[in-house]
């Protein structure tokens, strides 16, 4: 970030000596100047390059990616569990439903002690 | 009966104590809506890199003198029909794609962009889509209808025992699934709450760093856009000085620099790397909400912040696809 606002601080510099060179119309020297702020732009973008290459190949990023993927696992498991439990309970429910059946019609065909 | 009152005790504790997960729904939605907006307007500077990537590598090939050809094929038909014959299946792997290229190859690679960076997008989606299941107010509808369910199954059971138990002149079972239904529910979303708060939590700091990193990469990847515009503006200036005045030359050339200055402006305006920083204060807020859950205004506070993210990302995501 340092050398980038170096960067920018010389261009702002340039700029002030192309706008003098404007008004005096002194267009040479201007698209001069302006080859100079071009050729300092392309160094910024060629630091931007440079950033976003070393960020992507980052142990940094790759371990963020790991526990990111952790933690979202872990809440899906833990949504997943929810609806299990409900479909467990239906179950459990109709299970249930049968018991009890077997149970009324255990009455006409087991005499009462 | 003493088991009975053991259930009562613990449902009054329980309910003393739950905390619901779902009332967090709406903050959560408006939360990942903003994380799928954010990084779709990541795919789409992506998109903008592949160009200017692609425009490098041509540049580079126009300075090539070598013969094109094909290099690293010729052997991938024998090995397919041969694996074939022994195995029964494609036994060609990406190593022997890989291999099969065009030389010169062409520097710099254009695809895959950035699949790193991707990836930690992909897992930011699906972190929050999460974050949205478990706090799916749906779901708890499910659970408390088959719950319903259970309770009358089991109402129905106890009650045909005890007819049987009755005739036989013993003891009868207490009616307890009532009890059972209120302590299930209030368990189960105490427990889902404590998921929430142990996520959010845990993961805070990670999404601290996701979100730093996704907007380093957003900065680099617009910074060329700037630089560029830059340039154009100092061409444009150099126009208009040249312009003679009180003609219609100098009007033209007026409205070209105010134009493009408009654009200069505009593309400060929509940069996309705030976004992530809301995405961080949303989550934030969020954490400090399930912290401390009885705190009706921080709830109100993760609204707000939430929605102030989602609409920026889609602001953001709006401006990319506009241009």
Sequence with gaps: MDTRLAIHRNIEALDLQFQAALDSSEF????????????????LNELSRISLDELEESDEVKQTIRQLSGSARDLEDEAARIRNIASALRKGAEALQKATKIVSSLRSLVPIG | MRLSRATTFLAIALLASACSPYVYQKEIGLFNKGV????????????????????????NLKKQALRIQISGCRELPRKYEDGFGKEKKNVLTE???????????GEPKVDPVLPNLTAMGGELKRYAAALGAVTNAE??????????????????????????????????????????????????????????KKAVNETHPVIETAAGFMSEAAFSIYAPDIQNKTTKLLDLQIEAAKAKTGGDDYVRAWHLLNAERDAYIELFRRSPVGVFRKLTDTHEALRQSVNDPDNVDQIEEVLKTAKAFQSSAQAALEAFKKN
Excluded at chain 1, 29 to 39: G, L, M, N
Excluded at chain 2, 36 to 59: C, G, M, N, V, Y
Excluded at chain 2, 164 to 169: H, I, P, V
């Design chain 2, 36 to 59: 799928d907006d954010a990084i779709a307007s990541f795919e789409e500077l992506k998109q903008k890199d592949r160009a200017r990537l692609t425009a490098a590598r041509d540049e």
């Design chain 2, 139 to 196: 779901d708890a509808t499910a659970l408390q209808s088959a719950f319903t369910e259970f309770n009358s199954s089991v109402t129905g059971l106890v009650e045909a025992v005890n007819r049987e138990l009755a005739e036989r002149n013993k003891q009868k079972f207490d009616a307890i699934a009532g009890l059972v239904y209120q302590v299930g529910i209030i368990y189960l979303n105490q427990r889902r709450f404590n998921a929430l």
């Design chain 1, 28 to 43: 040479d020297s201007a698209e001069k100047i302006r080859d100079s702020i071009s050729a300092l732009n392309d160094q």
């Design chain 2, 95 to 105: 190593a022997d794609y890989a291999a099969c290229k065009v030389v010169p190859v």
